[in-house]
C-alpha cells in the first residue's frame, strides 16, 4: 500500500475507486470534483441502468472514459450524506472495504475517496486491507479472483508523517485481522491445541523483536499447575489442551495489559453434545485465543510502550470414554473448585485458569475475549458483541470500540443472578439460570478475577459470519476484537 496526492484522472491503475453517496434527487460522486465530465454523466445519467443508488455496501463499475488512465471507475456507497458533508471514518473503512472485496482479480487498485485529514486516510487504509482478503488454503486448481496486490491512497496529506504511520498501522492492524481470520477458518482437523501453539510459535517468530517471547505449557505441565479447567474440558479429546503465553515486555512500559483468549479448537459439547445442525461453525470457537495472539504480536510489530501478556487457553472439546461428564467435579488454579452440570460450558472452565495466571502476575487490567454464549446472539445478533466487567474498564473497552469501528454494547452483571451458580457440592457450578445466560457466564469469570479492574468480551456472533459478505467483512472468520483491544493499549500508553 502506498500514499500518493497525484492527480487521480494519472493513476494507471486496473480500478479507481470513488465514494457515491446517495439522495433524494439521486446518486452523487462525493469528493470527487476532478472526474471528467463524461464519466460523472455516466454515474448520474445511467443511475438506474447500472444500478447505481450509493447505498453502503453497494459496489458498480463503469467504463473509464477516456479522461482516465484507469480501466474502470468503482463507485462504493457511503449512504446518505448531506451535500458538503464527510462521511464518518467508519462508513469509509466499510466503503473502501466493501470495493476491494468486490475487485478481487484487479491487480492494482487506487482508492480516491475522501481522505483530508488522518482518521480518513487510516480509515481509507484499513478498509482496503480489512477487505482485500481470500482463504484459499484448501481450495485447489488455479485460483481467481485473488486480492489487490498493489493498493494506492490518495490524499492531500501524503507528505504528512502522521498520514504515513497511519498507514503503517494499517498494514499492520490488517496484517493481524488476517492472521485471526486465517485461523478461524482453518479446519479443526489441522488446527488442533498442538497445532495452535505451533502457529503461535511461527508467529512470534515471523514478528522478528526480541521483545516478544512465547511459553507452551503441555499436559504435563498443565498438570503440574493445578489447571484443572483446561485439563477438564480437554481430557476427552484423543489431542491433548495447551495453555500458550504470549509476552511483549517493552523497556520502561507506561503499563501493564493481559488478555485472555478462549481457544476451544473445536467445540462438540462434549458428553452434553450439541445438535448436528450448525455444529461446523465451532470450529471458530478458538477465535478469542487468535485475537489476543495477534493482538500481541501487532503491539510487538508497533512497538507500543505497554507491557502486554496474552495467554491462550487451548483445548477441543470432544465426547469419548475419558471426556469430564455432568456432575465431575474441578479443581481450577488456584484452588477453587467447580462442578461441571453441563460439558457444553466449556470455555469458562478454560478461561478460568487463563484468567488466574493472568492475575497472578499482577496487571493494571486484564482482559478476556471468547466466543462465550449462544446468549450473546440472542440478545444482540451476529454483528455486536458485549462487554461486561467492571464498570471504568467496560467503558473503556466500549470507548476503544468505537475508536476502532468495531460494536461492542456494555452489559451489567446483576447480582441476583450469581445465586444461580451455587453447588450442592462445590464452591461454584458452571451454568446458572437459562435466562440472562450471558450475563452469569461473566459473573462466573468474575469470580477469578478477584479486585484486579477486568473486562470480559463476548464474541460469540460477530467472531464467524456464517452469512454472507458484507463491507470490509468476508464470510467465515472475521478477525474481531482485534482492532478493540490494539485501541485500548494504545490508548493505556498515553495516560
Known amino acids: 500500500m502506498t500514499l500518493t496526492s497525484a492527480n487521480p484522472t494519472r493513476q494507471t491503475a486496473d480500478a479507481l475507486v470513488v465514494a457515491v453517496a446517495s439522495s433524494p434527487s439521486g446518486p452523487r460522486v462525493v469528493g470527487a470534483d476532478w472526474l471528467p465530465a463524461d464519466t460523472a454523466a455516466q454515474v448520474t445519467g445511467l443511475a438506474g441502468v447500472l444500478g447505481v443508488t450509493g447505498a453502503v455496501d453497494e459496489v458498480r ?3 473509464a472514459g477516456t479522461g482516465l488512465a484507469a480501466k474502470v471507475v468503482v463507485l462504493t456507497g457511503v449512504g446518505a450524506l448531506d451535500a458538503g458533508d464527510s462521511p464518518e471514518p467508519e462508513t469509509l473503512r466499510r466503503a473502501a472495504g466493501a470495493a476491494l472485496r468486490e475487485l478481487g482479480g484487479a491487480r492494482t487498485v487506487a482508492l480516491a475517496l475522501p481522505a483530508e485529514d488522518v482518521p480518513q486516510v ?14 484459499t488454503r484448501y481450495r485447489t486448481g488455479e485460483q481467481t479472483g485473488a486480492p489487490a496486490e498493489d493498493i494506492t491512497v490518495l490524499s492531500p496529506r501524503s507528505r504528512d508523517k502522521a498520514a504515513q504511520a497511519a498507514l503503517a498501522r494499517a498494514e499492520v492492524l490488517a496484517a493481524a485481522v488476517h492472521g485471526v481470520r486465517d485461523l478461524v477458518n482453518a479446519a479443526p482437523n489441522d488446527l488442533f491445541p498442538a497445532a495452535f501453539a505451533d502457529a503461535a510459535k511461527a508467529a512470534v517468530k515471523d514478528a522478528g523483536t526480541r521483545n516478544l517471547k512465547i511459553t507452551v505449557l503441555d499436559e504435563k505441565a498443565l498438570a503440574a499447575g493445578g489447571y484443572g479447567g483446561i485439563l477438564g474440558v480437554g481430557q476427552g479429546s484423543a489431542r491433548p489442551p495447551r495453555l500458550v503465553k504470549v509476552s511483549y515486555t517493552p523497556s520502561r512500559p507506561a503499563a501493564k495489559v493481559a488478555l485472555v483468549g478462549k481457544g476451544i479448537t473445536f467445540d462438540s459439547g462434549g458428553i452434553s453434545i450439541k445438535p448436528a445442525a450448525g455444529m461446523d461453525a465451532m470450529k471458530s470457537d478458538m477465535a478469542g485465543a487468535a485475537a489476543v495472539l495477534h493482538t500481541v504480536v501487532a503491539a510487538a510489530r508497533l512497538e507500543l510502550p505497554v507491557a502486554v501478556t496474552g495467554w491462550l487457553c487451548l483445548a477441543e472439546n470432544m465426547p469419548s470414554g475419558t471426556a469430564q461428564r455432568p456432575s465431575d467435579v474441578l479443581t481450577i488454579r488456584g484452588g477453587k473448585t467447580v462442578e461441571v452440570l453441563n460439558t457444553d460450558a466449556e470455555g469458562r472452565l478454560v478461561m478460568a485458569d487463563g484468567l488466574v495466571a493472568a492475575v497472578e502476575e499482577k496487571p493494571d487490567v486484564v482482559i478476556d475475549i471468547a466466543t462465550l454464549t449462544g446468549a450473546q446472539l440472542v440478545a444482540l445478533g451476529p454483528r455486536v458483541s458485549a462487554v461486561m466487567g467492571t464498570d471504568d474498564v467496560r467503558t473503556e473497552v466500549v470507548d476503544a470500540a468505537e475508536a476502532a469501528g468495531e460494536a461492542f454494547w456494555p452489559m451489567p452483571l446483576p447480582a441476583d443472578l450469581r445465586a444461580g451458580l451455587k453447588s450442592k457440592v462445590a464452591d461454584l457450578a458452571n451454568i446458572g439460570d437459562r435466562f440472562g445466560g450471558m450475563l452469569t457466564a461473566g459473573i462466573f469469570l468474575q469470580e477469578f478475577v478477584g479486585t484486579t479492574p477486568w473486562a470480559h468480551l463476548d464474541i460469540a456472533g460477530p467472531a464467524f459470519n456464517e452469512k454472507a459478505a458484507f463491507g470490509y467483512t468476508p464470510a467465515g472468520g472475521t ?14 500508553a498515553v495516560r
Not at 478477525?479 to 493505556?492: H, K, N, P, Q, S
Open 61 to 63: 463499475r463503469v467504463p
Open 479 to 492: 478477525g474481531v476484537g482485534v482492532r478493540t483491544l490494539l485501541a485500548l493499549i494504545e490508548a493505556r
Open 122 to 135: 487510516a480509515a481509507v487504509a484499513e478498509g482496503a486491507l480489512l477487505g482485500a482478503y481470500s482463504y
